[in-house]
């Protein structure tokens, strides 16, 4: 049995500006998963630099607000919401409310910095 308690889990600025926590990665630990999952957190009226990842994503919002940018669409996005990224998309999520804007990131196949790009 795995299990992880985010509290133990090193916090990390990620290359797109999100406080990120990792909490599986198949690539990092013997998982029989492809995807990883890890914990991203923007403060208020921050945003995360525009970017790409070659996997598809998806962000689970756990709390706050905000607003997601993916390609040319930009839609307002809250707590118990789930957001689709395709693979390659141009992506940035920027924090709308007066509190931290809190979300999953499960990347499929699992995250690898190789495979993010900055683009700003």
């Known amino acids: 049995m795995i299990i992880k308690d985010l509290d133990d889990c090193r916090q990390i600025t990620a290359g797109d500006g999100s406080l990120l926590r990792e909490l599986l990665n198949p690539l990092t630990e013997d998982l029989a998963v492809r995807y990883s999952l890890a914990e991203a957190r923007v403060g208020p009226g921050e945003s995360t630099r525009t970017h790409r990842?070659?996997?598809?994503?998806?962000?689970?919002?756990?709390?706050?607000?905000?607003?997601?940018?993916i390609g040319d669409e930009?839609?307002?996005?809250?707590?118990?919401?789930?957001?689709?990224i395709p693979p390659g998309a141009v992506q940035n999520i920027r924090n709308s409310g007066d509190r931290d804007l809190v979300f999953l990131c499960i990347v499929d196949p699992a995250w690898r910095p190789e495979d993010e790009?900055?683009?700003e």
């Open 53 to 69: 990842l070659k996997n598809a994503e998806v962000y689970y919002i756990l709390a706050g607000s905000g607003e997601m940018r």
């Open 117 to 119: 790009a900055a683009l």
């Open 74 to 84: 930009t839609a307002a996005v809250r707590g118990g919401q789930a957001v689709y």
